[in-house]
């Protein structure tokens, strides 16, 4: 006898398979990719022809320089110093390049440069401040605290009252002597300390550097030699100052005064010979 059992459509495999729309997939995501690379490069053209419009205009053309904080270096040095920025684009002027040609200036200490919409940079200048007078090869000049060359003394700075610093040279060893690092560590070290004390660096006449181990110092209207060593310049100058007038009834005629050893003070009269030395 013949069983007939019913199909089961849940097993039955498909005949005919549905091909999957790869390629309709494929077109769309190209399209989009082209429409963002189209875009971009709109902007980019739109962009590099607003940007060489406006870097052409004659508006944005620098066409004013001021300057600010100069006092002994001139506007027009200044200005001299760069001239080569008029006629540049604000947005493009290398301001940086401008700044290292206004350091170039012995005067200027530091400066800052600053744009102006539309067309003007503002300058605005620091200036080294002279705080005594370099003896180099019988001449005199400017310096300030870190032994740095501002200017020849002439009568343009008549005005200036400073004391003269000897000893600033050093002979190397290929021969022409010239201002060391030493020398300009010690200068900035007794400028800084006397300039705490306005009423003794008033007093100061000459500095001598000649030997980096003991500052000399020579004093208005005193005609004695000032032994201060490597440190406490003021302090050591103040305690000579308080003393004056003891030493002076003591000694009327001081070759040099030794302050270097604390509360010992060493005291030579002029016309004593060797190397002996009174003692307070």
């Given at each position: ?49 607003v ?24 506007t ?6 760069v ?9 493009i002027?290398?301001?940086e ?5 206004l350091?170039?200036?012995p ?6 440069l ?85 009423r ?25 030699l ?23 009834e ?6 040099y ?24």
């Amino acid at each position: 006898m013949t069983v007939r059992v019913p199909t089961d459509n849940r097993f039955r495999r498909r005949t005919q398979l549905r091909p999957i729309k790869r390629r309709r997939v494929f077109t769309a995501r190209w399209r989009r990719v082209f429409k963002v690379s189209a875009i971009f490069v709109i902007v980019l053209v739109v962009g590099y022809g607003v940007g060489a419009f406006v870097l052409q205009m004659p508006v944005l053309s620098i066409d004013q320089l001021i300057v600010r904080g100069n006092v002994h270096l001139s506007t027009d040095e200044a200005l001299s110093l760069v001239d080569g920025l008029h006629g540049e684009n604000i947005f493009i002027a290398d301001l940086e390049q401008w700044r290292n040609a206004l350091l170039a200036s012995p005067w200027v200490k530091d400066a800052t440069l600053r744009t102006v919409i539309p067309s003007t940079i503002e300058i605005t200048i620091s200036e080294r401040a002279p705080m005594a007078l370099g003896r180099i090869d019988g001449r005199l000049f400017l310096i300030d605290d870190e032994a740095r060359l501002i200017a020849e003394y002439g009568a343009e700075y008549a005005h200036f009252d400073l004391p003269v610093i000897d000893g600033l040279l050093h002979q190397t060893s290929n021969g022409p002597e010239v201002i060391d690092d030493q020398r300009s560590q010690l200068t900035m070290r007794v400028m800084n300390d006397l300039k705490t004390q306005p009423r003794i660096v008033s007093r100061v006449s000459q500095i001598d550097l000649s030997n980096p181990s003991n500052v000399v110092v020579i004093l208005d209207n005193d005609e004695a030699l000032i032994y201060l060593g490597v440190y406490q310049f003021a302090d050591r100058l103040q305690s000579y100052l308080q003393m004056f007038t003891a030493l002076r009834e003591k000694v009327p005629h001081i070759d040099y005064v030794d302050l270097r050893f604390g509360d010992r003070v060493y005291v030579r009269p002029v016309g004593l010979e060797g190397d002996s030395s009174g003692q307070q």
